[in-house]
Every structure is written in structure tokens, then in C-alpha cells.
């Protein structure tokens, strides 16, 4: 049975079985236990049960409740935490059977009470029901595959509504300097409706505990906050992810106050789920991080080679708008689209390679073969293993189906599509720069178009050839 232990103040030793639902500690003779401190109020602090779980509140006593050092006002109690009243100290000391039967935790809430859980209280969620662990293995999963975000978070919140009661789902993610966004939201009933507590939020991640309020309109912790009032949350269930100890975000599920509190498997359900979903989470927020730096690097590079020779000036930055709306339009899947971008800006790094060899001014004129350039870049990029999909794009980027400049072993079957591509923007942006076929009139720039789509078989197979004539078609390239 969980007991408060005395070990320091009157009666050193003593101990107290918690084995009442309320015990009240203070100097009035009423108290469950007397203390004899004129430094204690008459009615200082209760310790209350939730379930198997045990929690101290102070009754606004003159001097407060200190838990292990720091002051509380409603706190959860864990084995061996030291309370402090004054000069009095209390060690709480649970039993392995106080665990047993966790999932009983909410049945005697009341409507309005806070329940504040630590995720020691929970086995092993691999040990939940089948379902569980086919959904954890979901989650799992998609780390192997580069989703995006949105799309994950809309995945997890569609199993979610699969499985717990609940009118609405918000995640919360913690983003550089600690700014908190909102990333994903889902109703019931496909409709905007209410909003989230930030005051719930914020808690559950500052204490990196759930919190469940049957009615946080008549929860006493949250009677300071108008905003609750105001938007009218009612039944909240608010886990916080984590991973390693690195706050992630939250997950908020929210129903109508006359709802009741969230059952007791729903929120170690939910609790199960914030446990696996962090770590994935932080992956995705991890290659985001390098992405945007290797993209910065990219472009950097890219610049810094167009400084190099004039009349590539601005050739990256146009080449990749063009790519990237060609791509976007035959459906190519988010890796390869991110490969083509890294290549339009890196098919001409080898410009660089060959200033560095020969230290002398650059053009297009003082290389033997075009290929030059291309086979330049590919050494430049040789062994950088994140640029390895791009350098295999542009190694083949300037072959010609008219035999010129194609290898003998190239196999057209294996040409890949982000090659290809490549080959006609960098071709298209070639012929548009010619200073005396382009007037930079839009009679000009179509009448180039036009002409590469009647010989553009020359460069590449016949369908990408008809890609480039829809997206022109359809105004999707050089509308600038």
C-alpha cells in the first residue's frame, strides 16, 4: 500500500498508509495527519487518489508545498519523491502493486478534473493489442520512405479517428527558436470547428506529461485562463511528444464537455502512438534542416561557377524553374524531382573544376568537345555521396539521339527521365541566351519553343519532347 514516510520533523519514522481516497495535512486536530508547526497552516496540503495514481495540491497555505526542492500546486506524486512542508519532510513510497491496473486511472474523475500522467505509469506499448502494434508498425515504417510532412501527419490522424472517439485531432510541432505551429488538424466531420487551449499545450510540454480534463472549463487549474471560456474546450486529451529528451510537438485531441473524460485505453493508446511518432517526427524535421542547407550549398555553388563565366549567368536558377515544372508535370515522384533540382544547378560545376586546373578566364570557346564541361562536373561531384543521383542526371544530360556526343554504349531503355529533362531545359536555355535568336519578346521566346519542339528528337525520346510542348501549351514554363 503507497505510504507517506516522516523523516524529518515531529515523530522522525513515522509512517502514514494512503489508503483513504483524501487525507488532509495541516495543524488543525480535523487533519488526517497533525503536524505541529507553527510554520504549517491549519489545512496546508491534501493528498488526493486518482485511480492508482496519488497527487499532492496545496490548500493555499501560507507557505506552500515544496516537491523534491521545487513549489507546487497540484503535483503528481512518483516513489521516493520528497515532500516538504515548512520543516517537515514526507517520502512517498509507492508498491509495485500501485502500477498494477493502470488502466482504471480515470474511473472516479470527476467532470472538470485534471489528470496529469507520467509515462513511467505505462508497460510497454508493444505489449497493447494487435491493433496497436499493427499501427505502431505503420508509423514505424514510413521513415524509410522521404513523405512529406503533411502527408504523414495526415496518415496518423486518419488511424487516429479510426480508433478513439474524438471530435477533433490538432499536432503541434516545436519549430526553430522554439516557436510552436500548428502542422496538422482533422474534425470528424471534415469541418473547422474549435480551437486548442495553448495554456494545455504549453503545460503538457513544460512538465513532458499528458494531461486529460474532462471539462477544462471547470478544471481549477485552468479557471485563470479566459481563452478557455472564451472558445469553450471542454474534454481534452494532450500528450507530448518526445524524443531522447528533445521536445517534438503535441498531440491534441479534443470533444465536447458533455462528452466525459477520454477512456482510460484511449489515452495510453494515444500515449503509446506520441512514443513512436517522435522519433519519426524528428527525422523528417532533420532532413528538412539538411535539405534547406544542401539546397543553400547548391545554389551557392552554382552562382559562384555563373560568376565565373558570363554566359552562363543566371542558367541555374532558370534551368531548375523549367526542370522543376516539367517534372511536376509528368508526375515524377518528390526524390526525383529533388534530383533534378540538385542537377539544373550543378550540371555546370565542372566549369569551376577546369578554372582551378588551368587558373584562366572561362567560356565556352575554350573547351574542346562540350562534353568537356560534363565530364568535368561528374569528376567535381565524385564521391559526395549526396549529390550521387544527380551526378549520374547529369553525366548523361548531353547526349544527342542524332549520334553526336552519344556514347556507344548508351542504352536509351535506361536513360533516366530526370536526364532527359535536364538535357532539354539546359538545350531550351542554351538557344534562348543566343543573342541573335532571342529578341526577349514573346514572339522571340515561342518561336525558339516551337523550333525545339519540331527537332527536339534530336536531344531527347519523343515523349519528353511532347512534355515540353503541353507545359508550353498550358503556360507552365517561361511566363516570367
Aim: hydrophobic content about 40%; overall charge negative; charged content about 25%.
Amino acid at each position: 500500500m503507497p505510504q507517506l514516510k516522516v523523516t524529518a520533523g515531529t515523530d522522525p519514522g513515522k509512517v502514514y498508509d494512503l489508503k483513504d481516497d483524501s487525507l488532509k495535512i495541516g495543524r488543525d486536530p480535523s487533519c488526517d495527519i497533525l503536524v505541529n508547526d507553527h510554520g504549517v497552516s491549519r489545512e496546508h496540503a491534501e493528498v488526493y487518489r486518482v485511480g492508482q495514481m496519488f497527487f499532492i495540491r496545496d490548500l493555499e497555505s501560507r507557505n506552500g508545498v515544496l516537491v523534491n526542492d521545487g513549489q507546487v500546486e497540484d503535483e503528481l506524486l512518483r516513489d521516493g519523491d520528497m515532500i516538504r512542508l515548512c520543516n517537515h519532510i514526507f517520502i512517498f513510497e509507492s508498491t509495485a502493486n500501485a502500477a498494477e491496473g493502470h488502466t482504471d486511472h480515470f474511473d472516479n474523475a470527476d467532470p472538470g478534473e485534471t489528470i496529469v500522467m507520467n509515462f513511467d505509469d505505462f508497460d510497454d506499448v508493444s505489449s497493447g493489442p494487435n491493433k496497436f502494434k499493427q499501427l505502431t508498425q505503420k508509423i514505424t515504417e514510413s521513415i524509410k520512405e522521404p513523405h512529406k510532412l503533411e502527408t504523414l501527419l495526415d496518415t496518423v490522424m486518419g488511424m487516429v479517428m479510426d480508433q478513439v472517439k474524438v471530435n477533433e485531432i490538432f499536432i503541434f510541432l516545436l519549430e526553430p527558436g522554439n516557436r510552436l505551429a500548428q502542422k496538422g488538424y482533422r474534425h470528424f466531420e471534415g469541418k473547422r470547428k474549435g480551437k486548442a487551449s495553448r495554456s494545455i499545450v504549453l503545460r503538457a510540454i513544460k512538465e513532458n506529461r499528458p494531461i486529460i480534463t474532462a471539462n477544462a472549463m471547470d478544471d481549477f487549474r485552468f479557471k485563470a485562463e479566459n481563452s478557455i471560456a472564451i472558445n469553450q474546450v471542454g474534454s481534452v486529451l494532450c500528450c507530448p511528444m518526445s524524443s531522447c529528451g528533445k521536445e517534438i510537438g503535441v498531440i491534441y485531441l479534443s470533444n465536447n464537455a458533455d462528452s466525459g473524460p477520454f477512456a482510460p485505453d484511449a489515452a495510453e493508446w494515444i500515449q503509446g502512438l506520441s512514443a513512436q511518432l517522435a522519433p519519426v517526427l524528428e527525422v523528417h524535421q532533420l532532413r528538412q534542416s539538411e535539405a534547406q542547407v544542401t539546397d543553400q550549398s547548391v545554389k551557392l555553388l552554382c552562382h559562384t561557377v555563373e560568376g565565373m563565366v558570363p554566359q552562363l549567368a543566371g542558367r541555374g536558377d532558370r534551368v531548375a524553374e523549367m526542370s522543376s515544372a516539367l517534372a511536376k508535370a509528368v508526375g515524377l515522384k518528390r526524390s526525383q524531382i529533388l534530383t533534378l533540382h540538385q542537377a539544373s544547378y550543378l550540371h555546370h560545376v565542372g566549369f569551376m573544376a577546369i578554372f582551378l586546373k588551368r587558373q584562366e578566364p572561362l567560356s565556352f570557346n575554350s573547351l574542346n568537345t562540350e562534353l568537356d564541361y560534363v565530364q568535368a562536373s561528374v569528376e567535381f561531384l565524385k564521391g559526395n555521396d549526396c549529390y550521387a543521383d544527380a551526378m549520374n542526371a547529369i553525366a548523361s544530360h548531353r547526349y544527342k539521339l542524332n549520334g553526336e556526343g552519344t556514347p556507344k554504349s548508351l542504352n536509351i531503355v535506361q536513360w533516366s527521365v530526370e536526364s532527359q529533362i535536364l538535357s532539354l531545359c539546359v538545350e531550351l536555355d542554351r538557344r534562348l541566351q543566343l543573342p541573335l535568336s532571342f529578341g526577349r519578346s514573346p514572339d522571340a521566346i515561342s518561336e525558339v519553343v516551337e523550333d525545339l519542339i519540331s527537332n527536339g528528337t534530336e536531344f531527347v525520346t519523343r515523349p519528353i519532347v511532347n512534355l515540353l510542348k503541353q507545359a508550353w501549351k498550358k503556360r507552365l514554363i517561361l511566363q516570367g
